[in-house]
């Protein structure tokens, strides 16, 4: 079946502008995790999300960050006046479930912020 | 703080050979999840194996396998038989059982496996 996809795959954007991240889980995976790559650090997790529960947002940097998820279908994360600090790969993650479950990448989004 | 370390920024190893990557990580729970995750150039990331905390038995799936040392936190990945596609970047990650869905990762090794 299908992977986790997301777009865009490159997004450009001017500092103080505003972009929107998507992701499309896998078919029936309850689980979501948005991470942040920046160049040769890891993973930094943002935000989980499970089901219809009320979703982890401890790992999001600042209020500039938000995402949505409706259901157990697409995400999407929100950058707000973007800054050239939040430039960096933004990955999607999903699983079936708990945290023992495999976690099954996207491909992610680059995002530069000149 | 929770955190996870992977000193070893860079490593090679010759085809055919066998390589351990170091992990070491900072906890007080008792019980968690250790995962080593593998990106290899310009494709997705994938799970290599993983661990539970309560488990004695270090995991084994196929020429990867741990050695987890619960006392000295401390969970290594060794790659036997090392082939040209084991050519990645690899990242360790911990999650404790209860109180957080958050992962941890640590920042990765570079591994190259040369012909």
């Known amino acids: 079946g299908a992977g986790v996809s997301q777009s865009p795959s490159n997004k450009v954007t001017e500092k103080g502008k505003d972009v929107e991240l998507r992701c499309d889980p896998i078919?029936?995976?309850?689980?979501l995790y948005w991470y942040r790559q920046r160049l040769g650090q890891g993973l930094e997790f943002l935000i989980y999300?499970?089901?219809?529960?009320?979703?982890?947002k401890s790992g999001l940097p600042s209020d500039r960050f938000s995402a949505e998820r409706t259901g157990e279908s697409v995400s999407t994360l929100t950058i707000q006046r973007t800054q050239q600090e939040d430039s960096a790969v933004y990955l999607c993650?999903?699983?079936?479930?708990?945290?023992?479950?495999?976690?099954?990448f996207g491909p992610g989004t680059r995002l530069l912020v000149l | 703080a929770q955190t996870v370390t992977q000193s070893q920024p860079e490593m090679s190893v010759q085809e055919a050979e066998t390589v351990t990557l170091s992990c070491t990580y900072d906890?007080?729970?008792?019980?968690?999840?250790l995962f080593w995750y593998k990106q290899p150039p310009s494709r997705q990331m994938i799970l290599v194996i993983r661990?539970?905390?309560?488990?004695?038995q270090n995991a084994t799936e196929n020429r990867f396998s741990v050695n987890f040392q619960k006392a000295a936190k401390s969970f290594s990945l060794k790659i036997s038989d090392s082939q040209l596609g084991d050519t990645a970047m690899y990242f360790c990650?911990?999650?404790?059982?209860?109180?957080?869905?958050?992962?941890?990762f640590g920042t990765g090794t570079r591994l190259k496996v040369l012909a």
């Open positions: 993650a999903s699983s079936s479930g708990g945290q023992w479950e495999t976690q099954y």
């Open positions: 078919s029936g995976h309850t689980a």
């Open positions: 999300f499970q089901g219809n529960s009320a979703p982890d």
């Open positions: 906890t007080s729970e008792s019980n968690y999840y």
């Open positions: 661990q539970e905390a309560y488990k004695q």
């Open positions: 990650a911990f999650t404790p059982t209860s109180g957080t869905y958050k992962y941890i």
